[in-house]
């Protein structure tokens, strides 16, 4: 088969010569031809010129029949590999009770997977809440936009603060990890990142009110006392939460308060701002 196509070509090619110098000689008004009344003659240059054609062709046809050899050589090396590593997949395959139909079933369930995944991602960053960001924190969006329309700054800074710790951290915490004049032991101070955070977002709260420079340094200052009464509300009210539970253990009927922002009626020391 791979030298029948060339050999086909070559037919055609002599056919083709042939039936072009038979219509060449039947032209008696070329002047390169010389003519007789039965007699015409083709110039020797024609006939040269055919011939290297002839050649040229030739050699096409033998180098694709070179080339057909060695294509069809290595499709049968490969076709060779492949039955091999066929037989190879169906023997191990069925050693592991796996066979070539287990594997496609495979295959297809892990693209069903592959896709499942990729809109569940899909969906997830979509649904994603948008998040504002202050220096290296991010807070949740909508909390965020609820706290700063807080009209007083000292409420803004204690939500903020509520935003990032629990109430449960906070009462384990300190403003800067030094003990409290009334304290028998050192908490671990609120992390220095978060702090900075809430700082920048009440630096930029303040600017799009239009404060000025000089006022904004001012305002900043009284950051650190927002934070140490907030961390002063939540532990008196675990206190009053505890011993509202004491009293309701020993069945004593004593009317509870209700928890209120402790910081308007008692000073903040020093000690809890330092």
């Given at each position: 088969m791979?030298?029948?196509?060339?050999q086909a070509k070559t037919v055609d090619l002599f056919q083709t010569m042939k039936k072009n110098l038979t219509q060449n000689s039947k032209i008696s008004s070329d002047s390169e031809y010389?003519?007789?009344d039965e007699e015409v003659y083709i110039p020797e240059r024609k006939v040269d010129e055919y011939e290297n054609k002839i050649i040229n062709q030739k050699k096409k046809i033998k180098t694709l029949q070179n080339e057909n050899e060695v294509l069809k050589s290595k499709f049968a090396s490969l076709e060779t590999d492949y039955n091999t590593l066929k037989k190879k997949l169906n023997r191990d395959g069925s050693n592991a009770g796996i066979g070539e139909s287990s594997c496609t079933e495979m295959l297809k369930k892990t693209t069903k997977i592959e896709a499942l995944l990729k809109t569940t991602v899909e969906e997830r960053n979509k649904n994603k809440e948008?998040?504002?960001?202050?220096?290296?924190?991010?807070?949740?969006e909508k909390p965020f936009l609820t706290i700063s329309r807080r009209p007083k700054?000292?409420?803004?800074?204690?939500?903020?603060?509520?935003?990032?710790?629990?109430?449960?951290?906070?009462s384990q915490?300190?403003?800067?990890?030094?003990?409290?004049?009334?304290?028998?032991?050192?908490k671990q101070p609120l992390t220095p990142e978060k702090r900075f955070a809430i700082e920048e977002a009440f630096k930029d709260r303040l600017k799009k009110q239009q404060y000025h420079d000089a006022t904004i340094a001012l305002e900043l200052k009284l950051v650190n006392r927002y934070i140490a009464e907030k961390i002063n509300d939540v532990r008196k009210c675990n206190s009053r939460r505890n011993l509202n539970m004491t009293y309701d253990i020993q069945n004593k009927n004593i009317p509870r308060e209700e928890e209120k922002d402790f910081s308007e009626n008692e000073p903040i020391s020093n000690d809890m701002i330092n």
């Open positions: 791979g030298n029948a196509l060339p010389s003519s007789s948008k998040e504002i960001i202050f220096g290296s924190i991010s807070f949740p700054h000292s409420l803004f800074v204690k939500d903020l603060v509520s935003l990032l710790w629990s109430d449960e951290d906070l915490r300190s403003l800067t990890g030094k003990k409290h004049y009334n304290s028998k032991e050192i």
